[in-house]
């Protein structure tokens, strides 16, 4: 039993902190610094009496350090320290196919010493602030995706977590509008001039078209700076460019193509494209923001805006095992296929 640390812990009357809060912190700071896996920790009415403070404070802190996952309890063994697993907390803002990648990606680099919780947080502010503020100094890594992506001002809750230990994705420092960009960590992709040159570098191509349509649905959160590139785009080279933002004022015609941000409204192209019997690709130009697995084979191949995903994950990777500051742009690029 490895119990000499412990006489080093102390819980101040004076102190702002609850007795608890700081039995918790005293407690996980004495495991970390000293203890092995799977040592017996000193029962809940010695540790009481050692200390002066009640047996239910003590079983509340040990109670929150198992549902931490650092320690665990059997009736015969009593409290003992499990492996020190370290938590990572991955909050994206919902599903998608290269959210998929990113997830599988970071998994995959991590070994069995890591936990990573998945949570999307769907741009509900209040599940986002929620899943914030109950998760604040439970893990030991943070990778967020913010909840505000159209003006890109971060969410001031962030503040609670310790910027050391927070990586923010997909959110473009050169906007960033309330916080100094120098303080935290963050991996990101060029949403506006990446796209713009990507845009530039298939002109030939888009300009075949008589109209080139931006869907881009006013429910949809996506950094209003894509669009502003699009126009710019278009403007620059006179292109007649157009934005549709409902999918439900999606009605492809010959001669027309199309810049797609999500997969749904592709979906809802491609079902309208059999149903006319128009060719994709010939007929009409489709091209996609963000690559998934399928379009290299949908219509014998979508053409993509995309950043590189696997890349992505690995640097959020570096970042957690290494702890070490992470202030990264992934490129972006062009993805010629079929149906542009």
Not at 55 to 67: M, N, W
Not at 268 to 285: M, N, P
């Amino acid at each position: 039993m490895n119990n000499y640390p412990l006489l080093n812990i102390s819980v101040n009357s004076n102190s702002g902190d609850t007795k608890l809060q700081q039995l918790t912190s005293e407690l996980l700071r004495v495991i970390k610094g000293y203890y092995k896996e799977g040592e017996i920790l000193p029962s809940i009415n010695s540790l009481s009496k050692k200390l002066e403070i009640s047996r239910d404070t003590v079983f509340k802190a040990y109670s929150e350090l198992k549902t931490r996952g650092i320690i665990d309890s059997t009736p015969a063994k009593g409290y003992f320290v499990n492996c020190l697993i370290k938590k990572v907390l991955l909050l994206l803002d919902y599903y998608s196919p290269f959210k998929d990648i990113v997830y599988r990606e970071i998994e995959n680099k991590l070994d069995s010493t890591y936990s990573i919780d998945l949570v999307f947080h769907h741009y509900n502010s209040r599940l986002f602030d929620s899943v914030i503020l109950e998760s604040a100094g439970k893990y030991n890594f943070y990778v967020v995706m913010n909840i505000d992506t159209k003006t890109l001002k971060i969410a001031d809750i962030l503040k609670k977590i310790d910027s050391s230990k927070l990586l923010l994705l997909d959110i473009p420092v050169n906007y960033w509008n309330n916080l100094q960009p120098e303080r935290y960590n963050y991996i990101w992709q060029d949403f506006d001039e990446a796209v713009f040159n990507s845009l530039s570098e298939i002109k030939d191509r888009i300009i075949k078209y008589k109209t080139f349509h931006f869907i881009n649905p006013d429910r949809l959160q996506h950094p209003l700076i894509t669009q502003h590139a699009f126009v710019e785009f278009c403007k620059q080279n006179t292109i007649q460019g157009n934005i549709i933002n409902s999918s439900k004022n999606i009605n492809i015609k010959k001669k027309e193509a199309y810049f797609v941000l999500r997969q749904r409204d592709l979906n809802a192209i491609l079902l309208q494209a059999k149903e006319k019997k128009i060719v994709i690709g010939k007929d009409v130009g489709i091209l996609c923001y963000n690559d998934s697995p399928l379009y290299e084979f949908v219509s014998n191949g979508i053409t993509v805006i995309s950043t590189d995903f696997k890349k992505m994950a690995h640097k959020a990777s570096q970042f957690i095992i290494k702890g070490s500051k992470m202030k990264e742009i992934i490129p972006t690029k062009i993805i010629l296929r079929n149906s542009l």
